[in-house]
């Protein structure tokens, strides 16, 4: 617990890194997409009939989107061509963040039973200089913090 009156930085967003079960992707540019959202279930009580409970429903976890600039890997590409031919090879991971004084790791999210359900391929402009950046959209069946 923080000290009255002790500053406590945010962490930067740029200092990421998605691990995969048995994928050694070097770099993400971006990670999106992490979010749990709780139905709500509306139920009246008998004899009260001015207010309406909000119960929890079912929870559901967004899709994860992955971005990296285009290199001569192709194991995301691999485990994405799997689910094409029907196989579907689910994979665990993680998303951690490090502070930035010291490449220490400060927080985790843990996600399971991922599979890639889209691809997305670069795009390419002949008077452009940017990277090409690829994507991969992962479901998968929650995720928590460590």
Known sequence: M?????????????NFLVELD???QASF???????????????REG???????????????GN????????D???LWNWRQQVINGT?????GSIVVYDLANRREVVRWNFVAAWPTKWEGASFQATGNEIAVETLVLAHEGITRA
């Open 2 to 14: 923080a000290q009255t009156g002790a500053r406590v930085d945010p962490y930067v967003s740029f």
């Open 88 to 92: 579907v090879a689910r994979k665990n």
């Open 73 to 75: 890997s192709t194991e």
């Open 29 to 43: 540019r971006e990670c999106s997409g992490m979010e749990a959202t709780t139905e709500v279930i509306e139920t």
């Open 22 to 24: 048995g994928i050694a």
């Open 64 to 71: 994860l989107t992955l971005k990296w600039g285009l290199t």
């Open 47 to 61: 004899g009260d009939n001015v207010t309406v409970r909000k119960l929890p429903g079912r929870t559901s976890y």
